[in-house]
């Protein structure tokens, strides 16, 4: 890539260092091994003394949280951070990591991921040159907006961030980007998993038709809509929408309960539909507007969202694709996948470590990241590819 080329020609704003907080090692690991390959294969010995350090067996810096009987913690660095341009990776989303609480097993939550990361920030104590905070699931972003008299917790906690020293926050697919008026002054990234979504679909559903008569997307409520707009016009295709019609007299759960889909769109008949959101939470939203949709004759359902919680398990998707309702299900690994879900025959891993070694590559040389802000070229590319296979 161009932006790759040119890398080497400008100097690094600082020595780079990777911290991985706990719920994010996995990930933080193949992202480690991409930039090592990288530098490793480039010539820098005209520039020996300006790229000291510059080549590394690892860029990863030992960092923990270690807790008291009480569940209290500290964050601990345990080499020297000085002058580093830091990126932290955070995921708050892994609730497989536990702490024990008075002898009592405790997950963490996206709170405690929280704290985690404030504890390390307050560990770097102001000495690195930069600090970069990669989460990919933007805590609280769901809570962005007051509808009641409510707390702004994604608003906060990104404020919280910044006044701790934090220079960049870079998330991915963030449920409403406009949460970063919150911190005007500061940078803030939500980089879309496009690319990777037609990807993974073009690599693992060979005789995909990619054309408005075989093919549509469909946002499943009218907040995905700009989210499925883009993923529709780069594709060639029409987009279909669903909106959510609730009852508003009673609360389940939480919220106000569905009472029907109504779908906004062209004739689906034949065609086959890609399911575009954010987040697939319990997953019923997604499966009920595959219901919809096959009640209107359309043919395969892909279902792609950024973010697999799964919170209620798999089984409903199990049976939805055992029964023909879906066919293929694909989520990222920015967050914490089940080994169950990774077996599953219907599950495609759109994996993005080399997306974010890509940008912490760039973004430590203080190169633009804009070619992987907008990804519409080389999704081309891989159109181009689709077509003439098919």
């Known amino acids: 890539m161009a932006v790759q080329n040119e890398l080497v020609m400008s100097l690094p704003v600082g020595k780079l260092g990777i911290i991985a907080l706990q719920g994010s090692k996995g990930i933080a690991d193949k992202v480690n091994d991409y930039i090592v390959k990288w530098r490793n294969e480039r010539d820098t010995e005209n520039n020996e003394i300006?790229?000291?350090?510059?080549?590394?067996?690892?860029?990863?810096?030992?960092?923990?949280?270690?807790?008291?009987?009480?569940?209290?913690?500290?964050?601990?660095?345990?080499?020297?951070?000085?002058?580093?341009?830091?990126?932290?990776?955070?995921?708050?989303?892994?609730?497989?990591?536990?702490?024990?609480?008075?002898?009592?097993?405790?997950?963490?939550?996206?709170?405690?991921?929280f704290q985690d990361l404030k504890r390390v920030i307050a560990a770097v104590g102001g000495k690195a040159k930069k600090i970069t905070v990669i989460m990919p699931f933007l805590y609280?972003?769901?809570?962005?907006?007051?509808?009641?008299?409510?707390?702004?917790?994604?608003?906060?906690?990104?404020q919280e961030l910044v006044n701790m020293g934090v220079d960049?926050?870079?998330?991915?697919?963030?449920?409403?980007?406009?949460?970063?008026?919150?911190?005007?002054?500061?940078?803030?990234?939500?980089?879309?998993?496009?690319?990777?979504?037609?990807?993974?679909?073009?690599?693992?559903?060979?005789?995909?038709?990619?054309?408005?008569?075989?093919?549509?997307?469909?946002?499943?409520?009218?907040?995905?809509?700009?989210?499925?707009?883009?993923?529709a016009n780069v594709l060639g295709v029409d987009v279909g929408m669903f909106y959510k019609?609730?009852?508003?007299?009673?609360?389940?759960?939480?919220?106000?309960?569905?009472?029907?889909?109504?779908?906004l769109g062209s004739d689906l008949s034949g065609k086959d539909a890609i399911i575009i959101d954010d987040m697939i939470s319990s997953g019923d939203s997604m499966l009920e507007v595959a219901r919809e949709l096959k009640k209107r004759n359309a043919g395969r359902i892909f279902v792609c969202a950024t973010f697999g919680l799964f919170t209620n398990g798999l089984k409903k998707f199990d049976e939805a694709c055992e029964s023909g309702l879906i066919d293929k299900v694909v989520t990222t690994n920015l967050i914490y996948q089940t080994p169950e879900l990774l077996e599953r025959p219907y599950y495609i891993n759109a994996d993005l470590s080399k997306y974010i070694a890509l940008l912490i590559d760039s973004l430590n040389h203080d190169q633009s990241i804009s070619e992987y802000l907008n990804p519409t070229e080389r999704i081309q590319k891989i159109l181009s590819k689709v077509n003439s296979d098919n």
Request: proline share 5%; aromatic share 10%; net charge negative.
């Open 50 to 113: 300006h790229f000291e350090g510059y080549k590394k067996d690892s860029y990863l810096i030992e960092a923990n949280c270690p807790r008291f009987g009480t569940g209290e913690a500290k964050g601990v660095i345990k080499e020297s951070v000085r002058g580093d341009d830091l990126y932290i990776l955070c995921d708050v989303c892994n609730y497989s990591i536990t702490y024990t609480v008075c002898g009592m097993e405790n997950h963490m939550s996206p709170d405690d991921h």
């Open 140 to 158: 609280e972003g769901r809570q962005h907006k007051r509808s009641a008299r409510e707390s702004l917790d994604c608003a906060s906690a990104l």
């Open 168 to 231: 960049s926050i870079i998330t991915f697919d963030a449920h409403d980007p406009r949460v970063q008026n919150a911190i005007p002054l500061a940078t803030f990234e939500t980089v879309p998993s496009t690319y990777q979504f037609i990807k993974a679909i073009a690599k693992n559903v060979p005789d995909l038709k990619v054309s408005a008569d075989n093919l549509i997307v469909v946002s499943p409520d009218i907040g995905a809509m700009g989210r499925a707009v883009y993923f």
């Open 245 to 263: 019609r609730r009852d508003y007299t009673r609360i389940v759960d939480g919220k106000n309960p569905i009472v029907a889909h109504e779908y």
